[in-house]
């Protein structure tokens, strides 16, 4: 990899795809097609896309049975201990209802609901990841949001991979419909007949149903749109290169589009680095997307001073930002913009991936900047809380009708006039 | 007005300005000009679309100083009062950064960070409502945002109106500029000399504004795009009918597709609400549009019981709730979706956009069914922290590579394994 000096203004800006105009009004048709005939349309473009016609679309009981009876016990520990270690994280994100009183018996306040029903994207084939499903459907349910429903493409067979039902099980989901793309995104959004509509729809997934997603939000809520994953490394002479390297490599196996960029102190450990790269990259499955990845938006930086790197990693906003310095706990205070951060040698991002309790899904693509990771709060919504007191309205009526006809809004005055007049 | 029966899944479905395809066009240019071209272009499109080109676009201290002299000293007072009242709710809304430890040394939390810069939009003409700058503002401020622009089109003598200039200055907002419409937003996203880009933009405004936003969601925040004000009231036999129409005309002034509607269980209220609607409508100055709001999107329901009413309110997810019956909080528990609750008689819906506390600024058109006021959380963002100990790889390293393996990530398993491997 080459070395070069940090510059101001330091970004990986890939050109995310957005989608064709005719991808888009194909999904626009299918949405309006999904909205208007409802399951008959789903019916027909999961024979289309996915080319099968399953029996029911919905999954029973007996195939989750069956898939879970299939599982190795090792898996289902290591997926159970993931989730109790993510929920448990989740659950100290959980906010409260508050509310605030004053002396002449005014109430104010904020009132947290959760959302009424969520629905979890899980795309098909290789890119099922069971940790995926947890990430979106654990903070969900420690929000407290009673009904989730997942959706996923049938594969040839017409049903779903083991894996991605042992891992619903795990979860407690029990609302699981085999319909993928953006006809899965209407049917969430819309609903049809056994199926009612979601408040929210998350997930990743290929560019129909993140256009689906983009064209319904509004009609539904959806998370941010993901871009291809990025890591960030602050490194100073502490660091092993070996390390570095591989963490830098974890990410670029997911897609050519990947970033994975160090910044650092040293030139020694730069070099070092850049060595352990190519070395590491030989023997991986996935060199070649790897080796795409690093090729076009891999990068090594060298920044003369820590304040210099600290900036340059400021500027990035990654996705993931690893700190392997002397004192990780020092620079924390001057990180503004990252998704996550993981702090010293010991904390390779894959920890955060699967097992550590943070969520996976994570702002990319510089929106670090003003995103955060899927929470808890992400599944709730608030309601502001105003009781006004006859004594509370009688010392500050007059004040608020004069402010309402500062802004010529006279209802809004004699709204509140109405109050003092009459007793 | 008609007093019908309630129906299930009622809603006020109103079609939204998404603005024509020419508008995203013209949108679209002015964007890609101000970006090319930075100043240039705001000066050019200032004089096309505002018919003006102001000696400087910044607004100067002296400015700020000028409109101040010449306000009066109640109408500063309420703003000040004002002020005071929304900054002390918002300052509740504060959130923490935490973190949570491990005996195996494991450290875990969630840092929550300001946004560097903001920018709020204050429409101009009569639109430039000084509680809208405050509603804007405020959450800004306490979420501690360094740097908040404000930005307002020049009206025809080149200036911006003096209430707008001493709202900026009691907030102590000091970068200003005269600059409006879709050219505003493209400045505040991608900056010129003088003025730097921001990282979220909020406020209400026109058509092109609103599709100038949309645009650049992504590149920065945004807030939500505001639909028309509504208004729902659930009452009883105990709430007065001319409150209640009081508060119904309130929303209904704002605008033609403004909607207001009354949900009770109690017909004699109905019936006169009605007529105290239509005799409240003749002597206010804006008749003209509250009657067009009243007669296409108002409503009364008669409900045969509380649940029923409460199905409906829930169903309406609306803007503005009142909750005028004999014990409003036993029945708050069960109001599932609204942007702000108004409990009892004497909190009339005006009230709380000026000078309460909470936020005026709430989701609209049944989105308060996922969808918050704005607080001081939309203007901080969060980054998850993971500080993994040698012992807790040492405990749990071979099970995420594992899970890593299961998703068929080698690179992932190998960057644990590196751990395990070397000592």
């Given at each position: 990899?080459?070395?070069?000096?940090?510059?101001?203004?330091?970004?990986?800006?890939?050109?995310?795809?957005?989608?064709?105009?005719?991808?888009?009004?194909?999904?626009?048709?299918?949405?309006?097609?999904?909205?208007?005939?409802?399951?008959?349309?789903?019916?027909?473009?999961?024979?289309?896309?996915?080319?099968?016609?399953?029996?029911?679309?919905?999954?029973?009981?007996e195939?989750?049975?069956?898939?879970?009876?299939?599982?190795?016990?090792r898996?289902?520990?290591?997926?159970?201990?993931?989730?109790?270690?993510?929920?448990?994280?989740?659950?100290?994100?959980?906010?409260?209802?508050?509310?605030?009183?004053?002396?002449?018996?005014?109430?104010?306040?904020?009132?947290v609901?959760?959302?009424?029903?969520?629905?979890?994207?899980?795309?098909?084939?290789?890119?099922?990841?069971?940790?995926?499903?947890?990430?979106?459907?654990?903070?969900?349910?420690?929000?407290?949001?009673?009904?989730?429903?997942?959706?996923?493409?049938?594969?040839?067979?017409?049903?779903?991979?083991?894996?991605?039902?042992?891992?619903?099980?795990?979860l407690?989901?029990?609302?699981?419909?085999?319909?993928?793309?953006?006809?899965?995104?209407?049917?969430?959004?819309?609903?049809?007949?056994?199926?009612?509509?979601?408040?929210?729809?998350?997930?990743?997934?290929?560019?129909?149903?993140a256009?689906?997603?983009?064209?319904?939000f509004?009609?539904?809520?959806?998370d941010m749109?993901?871009?291809?994953s990025?890591?960030?490394?602050?490194?100073?002479?502490?660091?092993?290169?070996?390390?570095?390297?591989?963490?830098?490599?974890?990410?670029?196996?997911?897609?050519?589009?990947?970033s994975?960029?160090?910044?650092?102190?040293?030139?020694?450990?730069?070099?070092?680095?850049?060595?352990?790269?190519?070395?590491?990259?030989?023997?991986?499955?996935?060199?070649?997307?790897?080796?795409?990845?690093i090729?076009?938006?891999?990068?090594?930086?060298l920044?003369?001073?820590?304040?210099?790197?600290?900036?340059?990693?400021?500027?990035?906003?990654?996705?993931?930002?690893?700190?392997?310095?002397?004192?990780?706990?020092?620079?924390?205070?001057?990180i503004?913009h990252?998704?996550?951060i993981?702090?010293?040698?010991?904390s390779?991002?894959?920890?955060?991936d699967y097992?550590?309790?943070?969520?996976?899904?994570?702002?990319?693509?510089?929106?670090?900047?003003?995103?955060?990771?899927?929470?808890?709060?992400?599944?709730?919504?608030?309601?502001?809380?105003?009781s006004?007191?006859?004594?509370?309205?009688?010392?500050?009526?007059?004040?608020?009708a004069?402010?309402?006809?500062?802004?010529?809004?006279?209802?809004?005055?004699?709204?509140?006039?109405?109050?003092?007049?009459?007793?």
């Amino acid at each position: 990899m080459k070395i070069t000096p940090v510059t101001a203004d330091l970004s990986i800006k890939r050109t995310i795809d957005q989608g064709t105009e005719e991808q888009r009004k194909a999904v626009l048709n299918i949405l309006e097609d999904v909205k208007q005939d409802g399951f008959s349309a789903v019916k027909r473009y999961t024979l289309q896309f996915d080319g099968v016609s399953p029996d029911a679309f919905k999954v029973t009981q007996e195939e989750l049975d069956a898939a879970y009876r299939k599982a190795d016990n090792r898996t289902i520990a290591i997926i159970q201990e993931a989730i109790q270690n993510i929920r448990a994280f989740h659950e100290r994100q959980v906010q409260q209802s508050w509310f605030t009183t004053k002396p002449d018996g005014t109430i104010l306040g904020q009132k947290v609901t959760p959302l009424d029903a969520a629905g979890v994207y899980v795309p098909g084939g290789l890119a099922a990841y069971p940790s995926s499903i947890i990430m979106n459907v654990v903070p969900a349910q420690v929000a407290g949001v009673e009904r989730i429903v997942m959706v996923s493409p049938p594969q040839k067979d017409g049903n779903l991979t083991d894996i991605v039902l042992v891992t619903a099980k795990e979860l407690g989901v029990e609302e699981i419909w085999k319909i993928g793309g953006a006809q899965a995104i209407g049917a969430l959004t819309y609903g049809f007949e056994g199926l009612e509509p979601v408040d929210k729809i998350t997930g990743p997934g290929n560019i129909f149903v993140a256009l689906a997603k983009q064209i319904v939000f509004g009609t539904v809520d959806i998370d941010m749109i993901a871009g291809p994953s990025e890591i960030a490394v602050l490194a100073d002479h502490t660091a092993k290169a070996s390390y570095v390297a591989a963490d830098m490599l974890s990410q670029a196996e997911h897609d050519k589009m990947a970033s994975a960029v160090l910044v650092t102190t040293d030139r020694t450990l730069a070099e070092a680095v850049s060595v352990e790269v190519e070395a590491q990259l030989k023997t991986l499955p996935k060199r070649e997307i790897a080796g795409a990845s690093i090729r076009d938006y891999g990068a090594i930086y060298l920044a003369e001073t820590m304040d210099d790197a600290l900036q340059a990693i400021n500027d990035l906003a990654a996705e993931h930002l690893e700190v392997q310095v002397e004192d990780p706990w020092a620079v924390l205070p001057n990180i503004r913009h990252a998704g996550a951060i993981f702090l010293g040698s010991q904390s390779s991002e894959p920890v955060g991936d699967y097992f550590a309790g943070p969520n996976h899904i994570l702002p990319t693509n510089g929106t670090a900047r003003f995103s955060s990771p899927l929470t808890v709060e992400d599944f709730t919504k608030k309601s502001s809380i105003i009781s006004y007191s006859k004594e509370a309205v009688k010392a500050h009526g007059d004040k608020i009708a004069s402010f309402a006809r500062m802004e010529e809004l006279e209802a809004h005055a004699r709204a509140v006039e109405k109050r003092l007049e009459e007793d």
